[in-house]
């Protein structure tokens, strides 16, 4: 069977495809663990997670439990549950909650979408946590929608950022690897109790550097910062000018290619085909450019926030809308001009309300060629402040270039 991507037919990708495509050895294997497997005649390993969210996070020095402390305004859990998620051969997700917590997480679960999520109550220890978790995956309830797995992940909840490849390759160990001394010299207690109480196989693997557990207060600046920089990839460059005419706003696309090397600028148009937008909010760009060319008002702006709007792409990470506009000093002054654009205050209230953070960019045309390319550059800066910093602070504002 040619190596392709694990599972086959599998499921759109929650969130950013954040990680690189697995190598093709480990792809093979990933094939092995899904549905792929099981139509080349092959039983796929049944392959279940359990989280425990059951501390309270004592060292953050907050009253929140760091599980549930936000980022980007979304609990860090919720991240969490995201990064399994994407991994289509986990069947099962059992997470391990205090009671008194067990509503909200039900709620976060609701609100993001999380899917194949169970919920059982934690224990007073981390251990006991786990404990409850792996009773929920063997125990025969009446009600249970749980298929027992021959190999369970634990991983902490408050270690988002864990991909694909690392947790295919510890499935891999646990199938097929012993315990070695050094493994339980250097490895952490669960090695040791699961080596003491089950007489299990065990193996170290080496993890990613991203792979670090939120500890600290600062350890939830860090992982903000990971998460912008990783939703700051790409930029979407909408105009009401159809390709290959020449005008203003494709030369600051040209700009912010320049400007901005290491983020991918890409283009859409509304006026042909909303098709267009809904595969690029399908791949997963949370920054979108609003190029208001041919009109004076927000007649652009407003479609592409009803697109928006319409999708769930909002859901998970605040999306960036800057919508750029055009004037001419000798025509109108630039005083009745900003009045005209102060609408944007009140679209800006209402679609701060589905996450979507929408600024005014002004930039004055015609001028100079050095001129214009001066404040293109200048309009590229802001952009790119805006869409890595995503400060809600600035929601509403006309910035001028
Ligand atoms: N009774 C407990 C204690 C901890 N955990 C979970 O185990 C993971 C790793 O533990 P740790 O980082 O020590 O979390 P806390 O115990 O919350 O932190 P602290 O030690 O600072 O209080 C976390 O996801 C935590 O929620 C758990 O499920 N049940
Ligand atoms: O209390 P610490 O922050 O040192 O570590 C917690 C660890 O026990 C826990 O994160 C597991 O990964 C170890 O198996």
Redesign the pocket.
């Known amino acids: 069977m040619e190596p392709g991507p694990p599972g086959g037919s599998r499921p759109a990708e929650r969130g950013p495809c954040l990680s690189s495509p697995l190598g093709a050895d480990l792809a093979a294997s990933a094939s092995l663990l899904s549905a792929a497997g099981a139509e080349a005649g092959r039983r796929p390993l049944a392959v279940a997670a359990v989280?425990?969210?059951?501390?309270?996070?004592?060292?953050?020095g907050v009253p929140t439990?760091?599980?549930f402390c936000p980022i980007l305004e979304r609990p860090l859990i919720s991240y969490t549950l995201q990064a399994l998620e994407r991994v289509c051969w986990i069947k099962d997700i059992v997470v391990?909650?205090?009671g008194e917590n067990i509503e909200a997480m039900n709620s976060i679960i609701q609100k993001y979408q999380h899917t194949r999520i169970s919920v059982v109550e934690?224990?007073?220890?981390?251990h006991?946590?786990?404990f409850n978790g792996l009773k929920a995956l063997v125990e025969d309830q009446p009600n249970s929608k749980l298929c027992k797995p021959e190999i369970v992940i634990i991983h902490?909840?408050?270690?988002p950022f864990v991909e694909e490849d690392v947790l295919l390759k510890v499935v891999i160990a646990a199938k097929e690897h012993g315990c070695s001394d050094y493994d339980l010299e250097f490895g952490t207690e669960c090695l040791q109790l699961a080596l003491k109480y089950c007489h299990t196989k065990a193996k170290l693997v080496e993890g990613s550097p991203d792979l670090w557990?939120?500890?600290y207060k600062r350890d939830l600046y860090a992982a903000e910062s990971i998460i912008k920089e990783r939703i700051s990839q790409e930029i979407c460059v909408i105009t009401d000018v159809k390709e290959g005419e020449e005008n203003v706003g494709h030369l600051l696309k040209e700009v912010l290619k320049s400007e901005l090397p290491h983020v991918k600028v890409t283009s859409g148009a509304l006026c042909h085909a909303r098709g267009d937008l809904q595969q690029i909010i399908l791949k997963q760009c949370y920054n979108f450019v609003c190029v208001n060319v041919m009109t004076s008002d927000f007649q652009e702006t407003q479609k592409l926030l009803s697109v928006l709007e319409e999708s769930n792409l909002s859901i998970l990470y605040p999306v960036v809308v800057v919508s750029v506009h055009f004037f001419d000093v000798k025509l109108v002054p630039l005083g009745q001009k900003m009045e005209n654009l102060m609408s944007i205050r009140g679209f800006a209230k209402e679609v701060r309300k589905r996450n979507i953070l929408l600024c005014g960019l002004l930039i004055c045309y015609p001028q100079g060629e050095q001129k214009l390319q001066e404040s293109l550059r200048q309009a590229a800066i802001i952009i790119a402040a805006l869409i890595e910093e995503r400060n809600s602070g600035l929601v509403g504002q006309l910035l001028i270039a």
């Open positions: 989280l425990p969210a059951g501390g309270c996070g004592e060292r953050m439990p760091k599980q391990a909650v205090t934690a224990g007073v220890t981390r006991r946590s786990i902490d909840a408050v270690r557990k939120v500890t």
